[in-house]
């Protein structure tokens, strides 16, 4: 779970332009961990948007390939999935936004 939130994070940091932000968001409802990463870079491709979250996938051309191997999303999805989580790729009016959802077991009602 740590090296998918970092690979988030380093995602958005590495793609958001000098002076630009990263925000963290971490909201807990209705049995759900929803961890939310937005950046003001410059947003996913529509191909990023479709394929971002499988193997290999580095033919975005929005985002900057050197030291790429495609990867880093795919590992977050991967570990959304054994968690019975899920994760979604959008971009907002300003860059981009990744979600990670994740189902939180044995909560206090």
């Known amino acids: 779970m740590d090296r998918a939130v970092t690979n988030l994070l380093d995602n958005a940091v590495r793609y958001t332009p000098a002076g630009g932000k ?29 394929k971002g979250g499988q193997p290999f996938f580095t033919s975005d051309a929005s985002r900057p390939q050197e030291g790429h191997l495609g990867m880093g999303l795919f590992c977050v999805a991967q570990t959304a999935k054994q968690h019975g989580g899920s994760l979604h790729l959008s971009n907002t009016s300003q860059g981009a936004k990744v979600e990670l959802n994740l189902p939180v077991t044995n909560m206090r009602e």
């Open 22 to 50: 990263v925000v963290l968001n971490i909201l807990l409802e209705e049995k759900q961990v929803k961890l939310s990463v937005e950046d003001t870079g410059p947003g996913f491709s529509a191909a990023a948007l479709a």
